[in-house]
Nanobody, 128 residues
Framework: QVQLVESGGGLAQAGDSLRLSCAASGRTFGAYGMGWFRQAPGKEREFVAAINWRGTNTYYADSVKGRFAISRDNAKMTVYLLMNSLKPEDTATYYC?????????????????????WGQGTQVTVSS
């Protein structure tokens, strides 16, 4: 099992940038793909971005493509989400998660059920 702790959330204005971090501990971080999800009040949790175990493949939701960038540093056991050009609709609690199985790719077939370890979330609020 891997333990995940998100940080970096906060208040931002539309157009601003924020960088979220997710620090991992426990099992071999570098063997597992990672993802970011978000949940806005009254809405279901939705996929945001994912990165494979080596950091060579990424996948994004259409709503954030071109604005957000996911990356990872396996030596630091950390995954990041750089969020540019923030919009009020990006307001949500953001969660990072680790894939259940090692050495898997990410792409159009990536679903929430692939992820089995979750952080506690970090709040991002974007004002217009």
């Amino acid at each position: 099992q891997v333990q995940l702790v998100e940080s970096g959330g906060g208040l931002a204005q539309a157009g601003d940038s924020l960088r979220l971090s997710c620090a991992a501990s426990g099992r071999t971080f570098g063997a597992y793909g990672m993802g970011w999800f978000r949940q806005a009040p009254g809405k279901e949790r939705e996929f945001v971005a994912a990165i494979n175990w080596r950091g060579t493949n990424t996948y994004y939701a259409d709503s954030v493509k071109g604005r957000f960038a996911i990356s990872r540093d396996n030596a630091k056991m950390t995954v990041y989400l750089l969020m540019n050009s923030l919009k009020p609709e990006d307001t949500a609690t953001y969660y990072c998660a680790a894939q259940k199985s090692p050495y898997r790719t990410v792409g159009a077939g990536t679903v929430e059920a692939d992820f089995g370890s979750w952080g506690q979330g970090t709040q991002v609020t974007v004002s217009s």
